[in-house]
């Protein structure tokens, strides 16, 4: 079996197993590495094996390793996920937010509670036209202290998530908190369903888009990005 078939299979086993898988290009463009957040956002607590699951701690030394890369030069987050541990997805969302690598969200199907942390932390994020968000307060599942100590913790994980969200796209923190606390759209539950152009409407998404779009758009900022370290090279040798 010659290298390329090696490399080919390598990578098929490295997207059937982390669906993970870094895009080179043969005709020089940038490198691009494709990172997928699906199913449920699982925490500290293992979920049962029949779920589909986004593992935090696969996802976090994935993005250091990304950082740290001189071959990958963008991220293309693809998210379909129904949210999950509200810690796990805001350390992931915290992580992708602070590489230095240009990097493009693409909401297929849906991203969901947590997930719009996620979505928003990248440079420029994009929702297919069928694509929905929910947004919602926080939930716990268990036993709940019915104190006022239990409330206060609620409202700052509320407003940590509102806080992180509205940094990264152009929604206003009181439009984000109606969105939340809306009664009527869910019928089992506050919040607010936005399907592809609404949410760019509001301000959270910032294009609707495909994934033609979105690699476009991530080439665009990497070779920019690409030109601009090459101009700061240059400057410093003279």
């Given at each position: ?20 898988l ?5 005709s ?8 997928t957040?699906i ?11 029949s779920?589909k ?11 250091a390793?990304?950082?740290?890369s001189?071959?990958?030069d963008?991220?293309?987050v ?39 942390p996620?979505?928003?932390s990248?440079?420029?994020?994009y929702?297919?036209p ?17 104190a006022?100590?239990t ?7 509320q ?7 509205c ?15 809306n ?5 089992k ?7 592809g ?33 090459s101009?700061?090279d ?5």
């Amino acid at each position: 079996m010659g290298k390329k078939e090696d490399a080919e299979r390598h990578r098929d086993e490295r997207v059937e197993q982390t669906g993970q898988l870094s895009m080179e290009s043969d005709s020089g463009r940038s490198t691009i590495h494709l990172l997928t957040i699906i199913g449920e956002i699982e925490g500290h607590d293992n979920l049962s094996s029949s779920s589909k699951t986004t593992k935090y701690e696969h996802i976090l030394p994935q993005l250091a390793a990304i950082e740290d890369s001189d071959r990958i030069d963008g991220l293309l987050v693809l998210l379909n996920t129904m949210g999950g541990d509200v810690e796990a997805g805001l350390a992931i969302a915290e992580m992708i937010a602070s590489l230095s690598k240009p990097t493009v969200s693409l909401v297929l199907g849906g991203s969901h509670s947590i997930g719009v942390p996620i979505a928003v932390s990248t440079d420029y994020s994009y929702i297919v036209p069928s694509g929905t968000m929910v947004i919602h307060p926080v939930r716990m599942n268990g036993t709940v202290i019915g104190a006022p100590q239990t409330f206060d913790y609620f409202r700052q994980i509320q407003d940590r998530i509102t806080g992180f969200v509205c940094s990264h796209c152009n929604v206003r923190k009181e439009r984000m908190e109606e969105l939340m606390m809306n009664q009527g759209m869910l019928t089992k539950d506050l919040g607010t369903i936005l399907v592809g152009q609404e949410a760019v409407r509001e301000g959270i998404i910032s294009e609707v888009g495909g994934i033609r779009e979105a690699v476009r758009k991530l080439h665009q900022l990497a070779d920019k990005q690409k030109k601009k370290n090459s101009n700061s090279d240059k400057r410093k040798i003279k």
